[in-house]
């Protein structure tokens, strides 16, 4: 029986407080499925807020020059969830409605994301509210590099280690790292992942989160003993995830009967020409236009009978109103926090019909071979393509294995097998240190 120490009304306050810096759907959605996570493991109420809650979140204002002279300011944020078994590791993305509550919730699936794959990190994530679309390169390239600069007392390759993330790319990390090596004076390759090869990057980071999710697509596929040749997929987003996700389940031999961006949205139950579609997407930077015959309702997507559902773009798209009619055999989720809690109770009451790769695990190529990264820059020792991905294959293959065994063992839903052992790693680390006096 769990005996809370913190009376009702200190802990209302705490409830508010936090409530009002990480406000938002995710950040509600990632407090939920932690708690349950919590319940599961039953740890006591004293413990949770010490696991939730990040250790630091800052708020930086970026301003810089407009091409036609006038100053403009943008918001910066940055979550570091835990430091207790080593630097934080995470994401930079660019979106307009970027707030803290959304940074802090990525924060923390990162924990239990870095926890799973066995990696020494704790989860960290950040961004600018800024719609890189409407800024120039000069314009962008001022606001990345101001964004880095505010947060150099706060970073570092032993502190926090940034990465790319939706809206950001190999460019913007080059600048984060010419930004932050200028003012200590010497090249600091290891303080971002992510970037150009020629720049201290590593072959195969770009491809790493499509390929982890195909992998374990295929190792889902053998335990329902599907054939590639006879599977669809259905892939929304277009991104760097969602076109390598694509482009390589088609060289599998998988038929990719779906797909959409932001910007437009394609269905031909017969097969779509992927290599057609990245081309016109590198060429004009989004789907649109691509073609006028294959339309299709974005809406209805996600759920037209396939075999496997990749949701590659936005939190919060497979919902309670959704879930009951998708028509996959797999869920693999290559976006963070596309199922809502609704959606997963809805998903768990149809008995093993779904059979869903929680992003946790389905997205975990990309930090897997940012650490690659790390562990290069910091060793000045670079490995072939062949040896990224034999390493990063060997540890998608440790977690798979982990979160299958735990799920038939004690019958619970693949997200809570594969939360409750990243939550279990960093509860034992934290307890083996101590709270500091």
Request: charged share 25%; net charge neutral; with cysteine.
């Amino acid at each position: 029986m769990r005996a809370p120490v913190v009376s009702g009304a200190d802990k209302s306050a705490t409830d508010r407080q936090t409530m009002d810096l990480f406000s938002g759907p995710f950040f509600e959605q990632a407090r939920r499925q932690f708690h349950v996570i919590a319940d599961y493991l039953e740890i006591p109420d004293d413990e949770r807020d010490r696991l939730l809650l990040p250790k630091r979140a800052v708020a930086v204002a970026c301003p810089i020059h407009r091409d036609d002279g006038t100053t403009a300011v943008f918001m910066g944020y940055r979550v570091q969830h835990h430091l207790t078994m080593g630097p934080t590791k995470g994401g930079t993305r660019y979106a307009p409605d970027l707030h803290m509550g959304e940074v802090a919730a990525l924060a923390i699936s990162m924990s239990w994301k870095c926890a799973l794959a066995g990696l020494p990190y704790g989860g960290a994530k950040g961004g600018v509210a800024v719609d890189p679309h409407a800024l120039s390169k000069r314009e962008l390239e001022a606001v990345s590099r101001r964004y880095m600069q505010e947060l150099i007392p706060f970073v570092g390759a032993k502190v926090d280690v940034m990465a790319p993330d939706m809206g950001t790319n190999e460019q913007t990390m080059a600048w984060y790292m010419d930004t932050y090596s200028m003012y200590h004076g010497q090249t600091v390759t290891e303080i971002v992942t992510g970037k150009p090869v020629g720049a201290g990057g590593t072959v195969g980071r770009r491809e790493a989160t499509g390929r982890g999710v195909v992998h374990l697509v295929g190792r889902a596929m053998e335990r329902l003993q599907l054939s590639p040749g006879h599977a669809t997929a259905i892939v929304q987003g277009f991104g760097n995830v969602g076109s390598v996700t694509a482009q390589t389940l088609v060289q599998q031999g998988v038929k990719v009967i779906g797909v959409s961006d932001h910007t437009s949205c394609y269905f031909d139950k017969n097969g779509l020409d992927i290599p057609a579609m990245i081309k016109h997407a590198d060429l004009h930077g989004c789907l649109r236009g691509f073609s006028s015959e294959l339309e299709f309702d974005p809406h209805e997507l996600l759920i037209q009978k396939c075999d496997i559902l990749v949701p590659a773009a936005m939190e919060r798209v497979i919902t309670e109103k959704n879930a009951p009619h998708l028509k996959c055999r797999i869920l693999a989720e290559g976006a963070n926090g596309p199922t809502t809690p609704e959606a997963d109770r809805i998903l768990a009451e149809r008995n093993g019909e779904v059979f869903v790769i929680p992003d946790i695990l389905c997205n975990a190529g990309g930090v897997v071979v940012s650490y690659f990264e790390w562990v290069q820059d910091l060793q000045q020792l670079f490995w072939t393509e062949p040896e990224v991905r034999d390493r990063l294959n060997r540890i998608l293959e440790r977690a798979f294995q982990a979160v299958m065994h735990r799920a038939e063992r004690d019958h619970v839903p693949h997200r809570t097998a594969a939360m409750a052992i990243g939550v279990e790693k960093v509860r034992r680390a934290k307890q083996t240190r101590g709270l500091f006096p």
